[in-house]
């Protein structure tokens, strides 16, 4: 079965630094393009960053400079390096991978996980 299992949330203080981890099963990895997706309470879902399978990454404006997307093909996983959050940044993150072209077709999402930024 497609897995895409998420970790790293939890409650941070301003200022602080998380890694999340989203590790994929099921799928063959290395053909999806691989998002992070947040949505605040009260708020749409927003895209927060994305890595194409040649490694091409973007960032939102808001977290340009101190988010990182970046992935391991051999661990089939995608991270998201968080640092000098912000409260704003509070919120549920999502991973996506999307397979678009090819036999395996595939949109795949993980179940979420609560990042808090808080003092």
């Known amino acids: 079965q497609v897995q895409l299992v998420e970790s790293g949330g939890g409650l941070v203080q301003p200022g602080g630094s998380l890694r999340l981890s989203c590790a994929t099963s099921?799928?063959?990895?290395?053909?999806?393009?691989m998002f992070w997706y947040r949505q605040a309470p009260g708020k749409q879902r927003e895209l927060v960053a994305g890595i194409e399978i040649d490694g091409r990454a973007n960032h939102a404006e808001s977290v340009k400079g101190r988010f990182i997307i970046s992935r391991d093909n051999s661990k089939g996983t995608v991270y998201l390096q968080m640092n000098s959050l912000k409260p704003e940044d509070t919120a549920v993150y999502y991973c996506?991978?999307?397979?678009?072209?090819?036999?395996?077709?595939?949109?795949?999402w993980g179940q979420g996980t609560q990042v808090t930024v808080s003092s």
């Open positions: 099921g799928i063959g990895f290395p053909f999806y393009a």
């Open positions: 996506h991978a999307v397979n678009k072209v090819g036999l395996e077709r595939g949109d795949y």
